[in-house]
């Protein structure tokens, strides 16, 4: 199996699994290119998720928002112990966060995380916004660690056929989280 696409499958499907995990619909997952919608490099994969309703963004989705976006991160880790972060996903986790410090309540809170050590966030130039995504990529590792094995499922059966609907990846887990009990 080729190394490569196998750790850009994992951290595709570790982005569909945390947003079925936030109960965000999956649209699709896929190993083909696409250009990024940002303007950036192209992507060498990507997951769509089902729009959401017209519903304001509220502090929970932004929190969800922010966890999709480095739940792919996170997949890394948990298979290879470390990740290339950056690009768009960091910079959705980073600009959401940045909204959310206009909160006085979740500023004063996020203020009393300890700065991660010198590393790769340091991309991240606010550190309050560096402490919030280093806590939270904690937060993804561990919700992802326990369907560690449903991720490589799914990531192997994506390698095979290159997309999958929403559907298929439901279901996966779905007969995953059924076979684990």
Not at 33 to 46: L, R, V
Not at 50 to 64: N, V
Not at 77 to 82: D, K, M, R, S
Not at 128 to 136: D, N, Q, S
């Amino acid at each position: 199996m080729d190394k490569k696409r196998l750790k850009i499958a994992l951290h595709e499907t570790g982005h569909a699994v945390m947003a079925l995990m936030c109960r965000q619909s999956v649209h699709t997952l896929s190993l083909r290119e696409m250009a990024s919608p940002n303007g950036t490099d192209n992507y060498k994969a990507f997951v769509k998720l089902e729009s959401p309703d017209s519903q304001k963004l509220t502090g929970e989705k932004a929190i969800q928002r922010i966890m999709i976006s480095l739940a792919g991160y996170a997949s890394e880790i948990l298979f290879y112990e470390v990740a290339n972060i950056g690009g768009d996903d960091l910079t959705v986790a980073a600009n959401t966060t940045e909204g959310l410090l206009q909160v006085e309540e979740f500023r004063t809170w996020v203020a009393g995380l300890p700065v991660p050590e010198p590393g790769a966030l340091d991309i991240v130039t606010n550190p309050l916004v560096r402490a919030y995504i280093h806590h939270k990529m904690g937060e993804c590792i561990q919700a992802l660690g326990r369907v560690k094995p449903a991720i490589q499922f799914v990531a192997e059966e994506l390698i095979r056929k290159e997309e999958l609907s929403g559907a298929e990846v439901s279901a996966m887990l779905g007969s995953w989280q059924q076979s684990s009990l």
